[in-house]
């Protein structure tokens, strides 16, 4: 295994710029054009790049005026030369556009990452939330 | 890329014929010691090997007299030497004894998957099924 766990890294903080910002371009330039997408939200499986990138789009166009802030915790990266994984739990909280909090959210985020020409693309994410036991709805908070 | 696609396909047929026999411990040989686990059900994370087992044996127990059939569909791999993954559509069919059809659930799965002396070992699964967006409920079956 080769360390190349700063440039795995630089993918969390690359991700949660351009969520924040809301662009689109920005976030949609970290996947691969094959990328398959286990989303956490109502659709089993999104395949390729162009899918996807109507989601991102779909999602910002949502947010309205609203930032989005992303903090990843308990992060695991591993590292090969071809192909990378990284995982984490991700929280999403959302904030009025003069910084007042208005709502959070958690997921758990697993990546699968290649690298091309010198760079890491994310050629897999798979989020989702753990499912309660007794009413089958998504935890979104973990305790 | 190598071309390991076989080796690692071999992984379906082990994890399905551990899961039918109820055999935590062929199950467990699957997974690499330090495996992190995202799992469908009620937890946000399991941490290592021992932690994992305690749910394998805890499922297993629980199956009484059912077999479990399970299938892969729509699966994709991707390997390099080191590293590799596995996605797909995994569907969980309950049997009685005498091979009547009880119930079935769907999940989608993630295997990242390292190479440990020539044998793939599972270094973090994650399986869930997407959230509705209406009831926040799981949805256990793909139409």
């Not at 999602?59 to 989005?68: Q, R, V």
């Not at 695991?76 to 007042?100: D, P």
């Amino acid at each position: 295994m080769v360390s190349s766990e700063r440039s795995v890294s630089d993918l969390f903080h690359l991700y949660a710029s351009a969520v924040r910002n809301r662009d689109a371009g920005a976030l949609m330039s970290l996947y691969h054009g094959t990328v398959r997408v286990f989303d956490a939200w109502g659709v089993w499986s999104y395949e390729g790049g162009p899918a996807w990138r109507k989601v991102v789009e779909q999602w910002f166009e949502s947010l309205g005026d609203e930032t989005l802030v992303v903090r990843f915790d308990d992060s695991q990266v591993v590292s090969g030369e071809e192909l990378a994984s990284a995982t984490a739990i991700v929280t999403y909280a959302a904030m009025t556009a003069e910084g007042a909090p208005l709502r959070s959210m958690q997921n758990r985020l697993t990546w699968l990452l290649a690298r091309e020409n010198g760079a890491w693309k994310i050629v897999h994410e798979h989020t989702s939330a753990p499912i309660g036991f007794d009413d089958m709805k998504a935890i979104l908070e973990r305790k």
